[in-house]
């Protein structure tokens, strides 16, 4: 069973930053490309980010780039995303999601999920 496992979310205050970690039991975690979503109250489930197989591509969304890196360690089964200036509009609840497709694709695409963890940022 792939099950991804995510961790590090908190508050925090507008400006500062977070470290989302996603970990996922499964021998073929390098099968699979990576990717972030998130979902805040009365809204629907949006791409964040997402990462190729071998990490040497990603994608983000136009509300993240600059401020947000997502990176993978293989040999770790884990995936990270370095978030950085972070915006009140950046509450939400952040899941991890492992898929067959690459790039920007929606969360239909995705094969497993995880539970998420909660970021709120603090104006």
């Known amino acids: 069973q792939v099950q991804p496992v995510e961790s590090g979310g908190g508050l925090v205050q507008a400006g500062g930053s977070l470290r989302l970690s996603c970990a996922a039991s499964?021998?073929?975690?390098?099968?699979?490309?990576v990717g972030w979503f998130r979902q805040a109250p009365g809204k629907e489930r949006e791409f964040v980010a997402s990462i190729r197989r071998g990490g040497e591509s990603t994608y983000y969304a136009d509300s993240v780039k600059g401020r947000f890196t997502l990176s993978r360690d293989n040999a770790k089964n884990g995936a990270y995303l370095q978030m950085n200036s972070l915006k009140p509009e950046d509450t939400a609840v952040y899941y991890c999601?492992?898929?067959?497709?690459?790039?920007?694709?929606?969360?239909?695409?995705?094969?497993?999920w995880g539970q998420g963890t909660q970021v709120t940022v603090s104006s």
């Open positions: 999601g492992l898929s067959i497709w690459d790039g920007i694709v929606g969360p239909d695409k995705y094969d497993y």
């Open positions: 499964t021998r073929s975690f390098n099968a699979y490309h």
